[in-house]
Structure formats: C-alpha cells, structure tokens
C-alpha cells in the first residue's frame, strides 16, 4: 500500500487531459518557444550582419555558418554528461543567460563600431555551443516534470512551437534587420532569451536527479557510459542508426536539391526559398498530430509509416522538368509532407527515447544521438556534392533521395516497428500509460 507521501506526491501530478493545467510545463514551453525564436531569429541576424555591417566576403561567410554549427559535433557528447549532473533548470537557466549576454554584446559592438569578424566568430561560437547545452537539457527536462504517459502530448506541444519558430524565426530576423539595423536586431534577439531566462527560472518543481558518488567519475568516463547505453539498448541503438542514416543522406540529398531546383528546374530565388518554407507548416500539423495518432495506430506504425511517407517525397522531385505550372506546386507539396512526416517521426521518436532511459541517463543518451547523427552531416554534403558533380544534378538527387529512404527500412526492422500504442518503460519498470 502507497504511503501518505507517496500519494500526494502522484494526486500532485497532472493527467495527461490536463497537461496544459500543468504550471511548470507552461513555463518551460514559453521559455523554450522565446528561445528557439530567439535561436532560430539569430542565424538570420549574424549572417547579415557579417554581410551588411562588416561587409564580409563569401567565405568569411561561411566560415561564419561553420563556427556557428561546430559545437554541435564538437559538445554534444560532454554537454550529455553534463545535464546529468545538474538540474536542468539551471543548465537551461544558465544558457539562456548567456546567449542574451553573447547577443547583447553583439548589439553594443556594432553599435560602437567595435566589432570585427573575429569577434564575430567568438560570439557565433559561443550562442552556438550554449545553444547545444540547452537543446539537450529541454530534451531531458520534460521527462522530469511530467508522467511518461505524457511524453507524446508534451513533446508533441514543444515541437509545437519549435515548428513555428523555424517558420517565423528567420522571417522576424529578416524584418528586424531592414527596419531597425543588424546590431539592434541582435540586441532584440537577446530579448527572446532573457524572455526564456525569466520563465524557466519560475519553474517551482524540483527535479529527482540522480544521487552523485561520492567520487566523481570523470567526465570521459560518463560519455561512455552513455555509448555504451544506447548501444546496448536495442530500441536506442535502432533510433541512433535510422538518425545516422536519415541525417547522412538529407545532407546529401539537400546539397543536390539546393543546385537542381534554380539550374535545372530554372526557378528563381523566391520560389526556392518557397519550396523549402513549405516544410514549416507541414511540420507544424505532423507536431498537432503526433499527441493523437501514436495513441491511436501505435508508435511503431506511426514511426514506419511516416518516415517513408516524408522521405519519399524526394523521390518524385527528379522527375519533375521546367519552371511548368504543375513544378512549383508539386515542390510545395513535396515540402509539406517532408515537414508532416518528419516532425511526426521527430516527435514520436524524441517520446519514445524519453520513455525507455532513466531519468539519470537523459541527457546523455540525447546526446549520443545527436552526435551519432549530425556527426554524419558533413560527409554527407560531400557526398552530395560529389554525386552532383559526377553523375548529374537528376541522378544524384535520385540516389540521395533513395538514401533517405534506409531510415524508415532500418526503423522497419527494428524493434521500433513493434513499439504499440504504450510507451515502453525504462529497464525494470513496469509499462506506463
């Protein structure tokens, strides 16, 4: 029989129905909605202020973008380690911080006329490397807040709002920047962070870390343990293959796309740009439905089923010829059942992962997944590249888009294809929900 304690303490915990009575939760969806805007707003904002400001070249440029996405091979794992340690309350709290600092610095030294690229470079470094710290303590953090049987409908409200950001972050980027300047718009992409900094910090809940050892392991030691979980862990080392697949081949796949739609489809900038906007709301609509159709059909089905559903979709892009009036719809209606399918999947299998490690191992098994599968992104662009320069901009799309295709074969013949309707449970718990 539950003791008194015991009892309060789960009365205390919110039903799934009641989710957005959950206080907590509302105040880490808000932050975590300020800061992916906040996120997403800046890599618009510092490109074009590097361009407009301190009129850099094509490759200070890209050397920008690169120093930019680097944290994220080179923390993910110790950032891993790390969330396990600490609450992440205060990683998130911590992060958030210092990107508005980064970003408010960044606004005053272009300001003052006091910014060069190297300054530049440093600050893009670091929102980038806390950037990695948070994302992977929002991933671990909805575990320790909700029950497991709310994963999916807290997960799919996260991705939620991650979907808008990535539609209208880049575009409120772009606006702040024509009417204000680039170094006020860094200095307002600072305002989404510290908007997160407020909300997360008023979070009351505290979180059930894991007890520390009185001797520490070091870090390194901790990074293993996490590979070692993930590869020991069938359904886990199934969702780090289909990532690794998926994110080697949509690199690939999209260094092709990127040439074939203006020199072989002969479109223009604007429309290019259309085309891959159109996966934002496609991708708002798959994080609607990921709180309802797992449920519903079960997270296997689902996770099968929209994998090849969106990846597919590339397929029928080499057959498309001309800037015809069928053309552009047709890339529009590629774009949004990419973005349904792979939010879908994204949501699905983010409540999955949550549900099958221990809280203590949160942050590092995100971790090891991320790394195992942006790891992979640089080779594959250079196999795009390779493939569009050797065997043609329409045979090379082509086989990349069938590259893509290994993820939902991989998740086929795993045990993800037999997950049901019931979240799996950690090792030695019983299932919830």
Known sequence: MPSASSAASDSSRPVPSRLWRHVDF???WLG???SQLGEHASLVVLPLLAVLALDASAGQLGVLRAVGQAPILLLSLFAGAWVDRWRTRTA?????????LALGAVGLLGLFGLLGMPGLFALAFAVGALSVFFDVAYQASL??????DQLVRGNSALECSRSAAQIGGPALGGALVSLLSAPIAAACSALFFALSFLSIRRIRRIEPIPERPEHLPRVRHRILEGLRFVARDAVLRAVCLASAAFQFSFAAMMTVYLLFLPRELNLSGTVVGLALAAAGPGALLGSLLAARLPSRFGHGTVLVCAAALGDGMFLCVPALRGSSAVTVPALLVVGFVFGFGGQLVNVTIMAVRQAVTPDGMQGRAAATITFAGMGLTPIGSL???FLAG???LRTGLLVAAAGMMLSPVVMAFSPLARLGRRLPAPHGEPPRG
Request: aromatic share 4%; hydrophobic share 45%.
């Open 383 to 385: 196999v795009g590249g």
């Open 390 to 392: 050797e065997w043609g």
């Open 26 to 28: 509302r105040r880490l």
């Open 92 to 100: 998130m709290v911590l992060t958030d911080a210092g990107r508005a």
């Open 143 to 148: 575990v320790r807040l909700v029950e497991r």
């Open 32 to 34: 975590q909605t300020a």
